[in-house]
């Protein structure tokens, strides 16, 4: 499956950004989904996770923050970044199909987010 993230933008500190993934397939199949961010000089961290059929999973830097969603019947996932801080900028990736803690079958290109006065 093939996932295309978009979304992302320059906005303020405190302001607002709604990320949108989209796979190249149907997505009815794949247990979990998510999202990882790479800052300039650090290395990728799991962000958010969404699991088929309910259940969500949250790193604690954006919990109360951030929500993932998704769609399925649009083959979708979504991540709502609220109270955004200069702390959250980064290269956003969706994932999709965990096969370990750590691993994923399916990887996005990033979606750049900077979060700047």
């Known amino acids: 499956v093939q996932l295309q993230a978009s979304g992302g933008d320059l906005v303020q500190p405190g302001g607002s950004l709604r990320l949108s993934c989209a796979a190249s397939r149907s997505i009815s199949s794949i247990g979990t989904m998510g999202w990882y961010r790479q800052a300039p000089g650090k290395q990728r961290d799991l962000v958010a996770t969404?699991?088929?059929?309910?259940?969500?999973t949250y790193a604690d830097s954006v919990k109360g923050r951030f929500t993932i969603s998704r769609d399925n019947a649009k083959n979708m996932i979504f991540l709502q970044m609220n109270s955004l801080e200069p702390e959250d900028t980064a290269v956003y990736y969706c994932?999709?199909?965990?096969?370990?803690?750590?691993?994923?079958?399916?990887w996005g290109q990033g979606t750049l987010v900077t979060v700047s006065s």
């Open positions: 994932v999709a199909q965990r096969t370990s803690l750590t691993t994923w079958n399916y």
């Open positions: 969404t699991i088929n059929g309910g259940g969500t």
